[in-house]
């Protein structure tokens, strides 16, 4: 399950160091890129917030096969594109197809280990996550840079990819018992039940941040390393990304030495640390500045992120738990679309340069406020 979870979302981020010769090709500009992107986040926060209860009621299953065929259909849109059109119309199913899997899939790893595993269980759930979107800029990079049709040959491995998933998602057994009658669906919005605020209010905002950061990676780091580093190699851009969601997956790991709590505050804290060497890097336009930013910005995105879904998990009854969880991800994505389609409409005053660093100050006093207040009041998790 963690693995056709990582497979949905390495989809997601595919088109991150293609942007550029989908620009070349069809000739758009920043901004637009940016929107694309956002539209991409609106899509995964309109199914998590209509369809972020329904694996609660129908199963863990058939929600994640729904997701599946949602990605399938970015995929040949992708495949086909020719145009803005189908680009926005296979971002719009790829956040569809994300937001379906985000809450349903985390729920599912976690439900499937033993009383025994739980713990590693959500490590598993949390790295697919994160090492899915990692995965995807630097398999479209290499292919994009070093195989022949660069803007095709990615999404032809993603359809093999996601018919692999399928298989193994069918192969999964189902954890959420049947339910007769069955409830009807009904599109719940934010769910957060009140025995889990107290652990959920502090924890949304600092995935938020965090997923901010992967925002500013993913939606203008390849255009800033073409414009302002000399960075043309769609490869090489595609592995800055990707340094960040790997040193995600350290941060995840440490989470399962320094416990829940002390991660979360200590996540923020190294957030901030690795904006200020991205606000650097934008100053001084040194590439090694940047590379350093995005791996230890990623490594406190991967401490927060990590303890924030194991206490919220931990916290929410087992009958909200995957609606609780599509909630917690509605944080991210919000972090993950708004601010990023401010820089674009930003770029069109002052620069890239200029609405990245004006991004990196507002995140990292965003950052800093989170962790100052875990550290006067930490999370009331065991």
């Known amino acids: 399950m963690a693995l056709a979870f990582a497979v949905v979302m390495a989809g997601t981020t595919l088109p991150t160091p293609l942007y550029g010769l989908y620009r070349r090709d069809i000739g758009f500009s920043e901004f637009v890129v940016t929107v694309v992107f956002a539209v991409y986040a609106c899509g995964v926060i309109a199914a998590l917030l209509i369809a972020g209860s329904f694996s609660d009621v129908l199963g863990r ?20 594109a020719r145009g803005l059109t189908l680009l926005f119309v296979g971002r719009v199913f790829s956040g569809f197809s994300a937001g379906l899997f985000s809450g349903a899939a ?3 790893v976690m439900e ?21 979107l990692g995965c995807g800029p630097v398999l479209a990079g290499l292919l994009g840079q070093y195989a022949p049709h660069p803007l095709r040959l990615a999404f032809v491995v993603d359809l093999a990819l996601l018919a692999l998933s399928c298989a193994l998602v069918l192969a999964a057994p189902e954890t959420v018992p049947r339910q007769d009658p069955r409830p009807p669906l ?21 995935v938020f941040a965090g997923f901010c950061v992967f925002g500013l990676f993913t939606a203008v780091a390849p255009a800033f390393l073409a414009t302002y580093l000399g960075v043309r190699n769609i490869a090489a851009s595609g592995a800055v990304v990707t340094s ?12 399962e030495r320094l416990g829940a709590a002390r991660s979360l505050s200590l996540g923020c804290l190294v957030m901030v640390a690795g904006l200020l060497l991205i ?4 100053l001084a336009g040194v590439l090694a500045l940047l590379v350093g930013g995005a791996v230890v910005s990623g490594l406190g995105q991967g401490l927060s992120f990590s303890s924030s879904v194991r206490a919220v998990s931990r916290v929410a009854p087992a009958e909200q738990r995957g609606a609780t969880l599509s909630a917690l991800f509605v944080a991210g994505y919000v972090g993950l679309s708004i601010p990023v389609v401010g820089i674009g409409a930003v770029t069109l005053g002052p620069g890239l340069r200029g609405a990245g660093i004006a991004f990196v100050a507002a995140l990292t006093t965003v950052a800093a406020a989170v962790a100052v207040y875990l550290l006067r009041r930490p999370l009331p998790v065991p």
């Open 279 to 282: 606000g650097a890097s934008l």
């Open 61 to 80: 299953r058939p929600v994640l096969m729904a997701g599946i065929g949602l990605s399938v259909i970015s995929a040949v849109c992708f495949l086909t």
């Open 106 to 108: 985390t729920a599912a």
């Open 186 to 206: 009904r599109a719940q919005g934010m769910v957060v039940p009140a025995p889990a605020r107290a652990v959920f209010t502090p924890a949304a905002v600092a």
């Open 244 to 255: 960040a969601f790997l040193a995600s997956l350290v941060g995840q790991f440490l989470t």
């Open 112 to 132: 499937l280990a033993t009383a025994g595993q739980r713990r590693r269980a959500a490590l598993a759930a949390t790295a697919a996550n994160m090492g899915g």
